[in-house]
């Protein structure tokens, strides 16, 4: 089984962080393969950002699903490009927000998100309304620290991401947490922990693992989005660069 991994971004400098994560929680027999886009923006923040992402998420999509690959998942908690790349192939897409939210609303009775910055509160909700599952969010918490600042910061992120889960549990009665960016996804073990060690008993996702398994499943199971939901493209209606991916 092979599973292409979408970098939304072109900052390479995130490929081998990306590609390490997948890998150590693929199963065995898996291969991960790591692209990051050829243009488009540098992070992804705003609903600019997600538009400017799309066009060659969509040329990755349709080139992995030619290269052979069983299943794309598009590493951003935006989901940027999500339903439209679903429409351009037959091989199942993932989102790991859309697959985190369903995930959090069968394992709790209301979820936070954790994200970066303030501006993501409206974006988040949005998502989470086309999801189906408004009713089920608890807040939308921040940490003020821009994506391009993540790794740079690490120990100011954890704490802050520390601090604000903490309270998304006592304050806003979440019982489900959730990373809002998957360049937080790997101290999912960490505040998992700490939470425990305080009395609560919230569990807090790692989105990355959660598209994954159910990249792994889908194609393990046969299955992808449906065609009534998804209706294949027409290739024609297509203008520069998607265009590209079609010749």
Not at 17 to 43: F, K
Not at 215 to 239: M, R
Request: proline letters at 5%; hydrophobic letters at 45%.
């Amino acid at each position: 089984m092979k599973i292409r991994i979408i970098n939304p971004v072109v900052t390479r400098s995130w490929e081998q962080e990306t590609q390490e994560a997948y890998s150590s929680l693929a199963r065995s027999g898996v291969q991960i393969d790591t692209v990051s886009l050829d243009w488009g923006p540098a992070s992804i923040e705003t609903r600019r950002d997600n538009a400017l992402a799309t066009p060659d998420i969509l040329n990755k999509t349709i080139q992995a699903e030619r290269e052979g690959f069983g299943a794309v998942i598009i590493d951003c908690m935006d989901d940027p490009g999500l339903f439209a790349a679903r429409e351009v192939v037959r091989i199942p897409v993932v989102g790991p927000a859309e697959a985190s939210v369903h995930l959090a609303a069968i394992l709790g009775h209301r979820f936070s998100m954790i994200s970066v910055l303030d501006i993501d509160r409206v974006t988040i909700e949005e998502m989470v309304e086309r999801y189906g599952l408004s009713a089920r969010l608890a807040s939308v918490r921040t940490i003020g620290i821009p994506v391009l600042d993540l790794s740079a910061n690490s120990e100011q992120v954890f704490q802050s991401m520390l601090e604000t889960s903490e309270k998304a549990v006592r304050e806003d009665g979440a019982d489900v947490l959730i990373p809002g960016c998957n360049l937080l996804a790997s101290l999912a073990p960490r505040i998992q922990a700490h939470l425990k060690s305080l009395g609560l008993a919230a569990i807090f996702l790692n989105p990355r693992a959660v598209a994954l398994k159910l990249a792994e499943t889908l194609v393990e199971l046969g299955l992808a989005q449906s065609q009534l939901s998804f209706a294949p493209a027409n290739a024609k209606d297509v203008s520069w660069p998607v265009r590209t991916a079609f010749a």
